[in-house]
């Protein structure tokens, strides 16, 4: 893009949001197709102006070509700092996602009940059941990363620890969907929708491609240690069963589905 055209682009996003706001959607679409029409994703450069205009119109439209650009142009390109949102429905202003794809379990095994103290910082809670989590004590890991969210919750977070709440509540997703249980992920994600940056917002990509990251490594690493995926389909109701059909499909015929609920939050 020259210098011009992507101006241009600048200028035509928060237009094409506005047209979205008052229920064009199709004049959304076209008019970002003014632009993306005259590249090709496969060629376009890693430019965040582009990437911000690719989310919303892959969102707008299930382009496969413009999700695959904004996957990759998100991860060449460095996380900017996340800035807090306006506050929603009365609710404190929370935005973004951890600057680290995530925070490591640590090397201390986590008590064998689980139990989480109320002076534990959630991300040392959330290391807990991450610990569970890669053990295959999938219950106690999912019971526990509740626990990190419900903690931050309880906690008062500055400005600049906005993000937390997104990295926990994508880490818990994460668990579920992991476990193949996609169903009670999508409900959780769509519960806590407030802890997430605004659909169609640059934030919002941003936080879809971190969740995608996320979802993608927890999802392609479990099945060899997780009890529902070991059985095989004709036994899958006999004490595991996944919670839909969609959740015994393998990751890689989850995952366009997927990407699409992190950027809207709709299925």
Known sequence: MTPDEQQALAESI????????????????????LHLSKLHPELAPDD?????AAALHSALTGDLRWLHYSIRAGRNMPRPR???????????GITGHSRDLVPEPDRRRPPDNAAVADTNS????????????VRGRCGEAIRTA???VNLWRSQFHSAE?????????????????????????EARLLADELLLPEP?????GEFAVYGIRVLTRACTTHDDICARGQLPP?????????????????????????WRLLLTGAS
């Open 14 to 33: 928060p237009l094409a949001r506005q047209l979205l706001a008052s229920g064009d959607r199709e004049g959304a679409v076209a008019l970002l197709d």
């Open 48 to 52: 965040r102006v582009l990437l911000e």
């Open 82 to 92: 996340p800035r807090p949102l306006s506050p929603r429905h009365g609710e404190p």
């Open 122 to 133: 959630p991300m040392q809670v959330l290391s807990d059941a991450q610990s569970l989590h």
């Open 146 to 148: 509740t626990q990190a």
């Open 161 to 185: 620890e906005a993000n937390g709440g997104a990295t926990l509540l994508m880490w818990l997703v994460a668990m579920l969907c992991a476990c193949r249980r996609d169903d009670d992920a």
């Open 200 to 204: 169609g917002t640059a934030e919002r």
């Open 234 to 258: 004709s036994l899958a109701e006999l004490g595991a069963p996944v919670s839909s059909f969609a959740a015994a499909r393998p990751w890689h015929e989850r995952c366009d589905r997927w």
